[in-house]
């Protein structure tokens, strides 16, 4: 395999990162984790279709479809715009085709990468080219998996929780699928995370009480989220709708107004706009360069009054309140969750985020310190690579962390102040 730099004569790309079963372990999980969620999901609809709840089981199935045919639309679309050295080991033109419109590119790339790192890992003496390959696999399948989860496990979710509290009863397939959802979206954002920092040195990769805090905290922020969402569509059910679309419409705007460029075709790059607006629905996710400070605190902002807005409107219809009303303690349950949420997530960037710690020990980075003027960041190895490189995850790893990796100062990204790391 050849090497190839798609970002430009000026961009130099970063030594890839190391592939271990700890990796082949994470592939692993994700996949079962795959099968399970969608095992589940044809469970919650099954037994909604069964019990003639046709409404219900259509709205799951609905959102299965939606996620999958998006899901293996961006696969397809990766796979053209990878250069011809890389699709050498995939299937003709025709069977890849096939393998997607039959809704099986996905699960087809996680049991390659599964078959190429197992491979890696076997080898005593892997090259660095079939290391690179096998890390490139892993980061098209974790924001792939990113995206299959903010489109039906995050909207499900909503779903589930709203049939809960409109019929004051829970089966246990609808427990399962809670669980689960909430299990994929704090899992989704914690792989995808890891996926960006590995292209950081090999001291910034989160360590093992990290990612459990890490997920931690976006499990307990995501919630309050996906509660005010289902309580609104309790009291309106039918301007929910019209609250996606009017959120998202904004989201979308937001999007383009970075200018994107994130796909290889423009005329694809629309549909990565839209599936970025469909996650910022839900959650933060930084897509362009720039001072990712301030986009934060701007969505921040917007998503706390909407939810604000949303949790008053219910209060207001539902007035007066019981304090025996299990709705009300599912409220106040919330806002403790929420509470706790920021609390860990200052204690994270305060005391184990992976530069803090890494200071802790004595080994600033010698080079996110010094003084750095119209370059790229030089904390992404600037080596001559052996192998392949994902340019769509190298792309939004610049992204995510490019603004605090140009400050002058040694990194302080372990303060409150960085929230974006």
């Not at 990796?23 to 609809?45: K, P, Q």
């Not at 609104?232 to 419409?249: E, G, K, N, Q, Y």
């Amino acid at each position: 395999m050849a090497a190839w730099a798609p970002c430009g004569p000026s961009c130099s790309l970063p030594q890839p990162p190391r592939y271990c079963y700890l990796d082949l372990a994470f592939s692993f999980m994700g996949t079962v984790a795959f099968l399970a969620d969608l095992g589940i999901d044809v469970w919650v609809a099954a037994s909604y279709l069964k019990a003639s709840d046709y409404y219900w089981g259509g709205l799951v199935l609905g959102l299965l479809v939606l996620s999958s045919l998006t899901t293996q639309f961006f696969s397809w679309a990766w796979y053209q715009s990878d250069p011809p050295d890389l699709r050498q080991e995939l299937p003709t033109g025709w069977t890849l085709i096939t393998l997607h419109v039959l809704q099986l590119g996905y699960l087809y790339r996680c049991l390659h990468a599964l078959k190429v790192g197992f491979h890696v890992c076997r080898k005593e003496v892997a090259t660095e080219t079939q290391r690179a390959y096998a890390v490139f696999l892993s980061h098209d399948i974790s924001l792939l998996r990113l995206f299959e989860t903010f489109l039906e496990s995050a909207p499900q979710l909503t779903l589930v929780l709203y049939i809960i509290l409109n019929t004051s009863k829970a089966e246990i397939f609808q427990i399962l699928g809670i669980c689960t959802s909430f299990l994929c979206i704090a899992w989704g954002l914690l792989d995808y995370h890891q996926s960006l920092r590995s292209f950081l040195r090999d001291k910034d990769k989160l360590g093992f009480l990290s990612s459990v805090l890490y997920f931690l905290w976006n499990f307990l922020l995501v919630c309050p989220r996906i509660l005010s969402l289902a309580l609104f569509t309790v009291v309106f059910p039918r301007f929910i709708a019209f609250h996606f679309l009017a959120v998202w419409s904004v989201m979308f705007l937001w999007v383009t107004w970075q200018s994107t460029h994130f796909m290889e075709r423009d005329t694809f790059e629309w549909t990565y706009r839209a599936m970025v607006a469909v996650i910022l629905y839900f959650c933060w996710f930084n897509v362009a360069e720039g001072k990712t400070r301030h986009r934060s605190v701007i969505y921040h902002t917007f998503i706390l009054l909407d939810n604000l807005i949303l949790a008053v409107w219910w209060i207001w219809d539902n007035t007066p309140l019981s304090m025996d009303s299990h709705l009300v303690h599912l409220l106040l349950g919330s806002l403790f969750f929420y509470m706790l949420g920021i609390l860990l997530r200052a204690i994270y960037y305060r005391y184990f985020h992976p530069t803090v710690q890494a200071a802790s020990s004595g080994s600033y980075d010698e080079v996110d310190s010094q003084e750095i003027r119209n370059e790229r960041p030089t904390a992404f190895r600037e080596l001559v690579i052996v192998g392949q490189i994902n340019p769509r995850t190298y792309r939004l790893s610049q992204n995510f962390f490019a603004v605090s990796l140009r400050r002058r100062q040694p990194q302080k990204n372990g303060t409150l102040g960085d929230i974006n790391l």
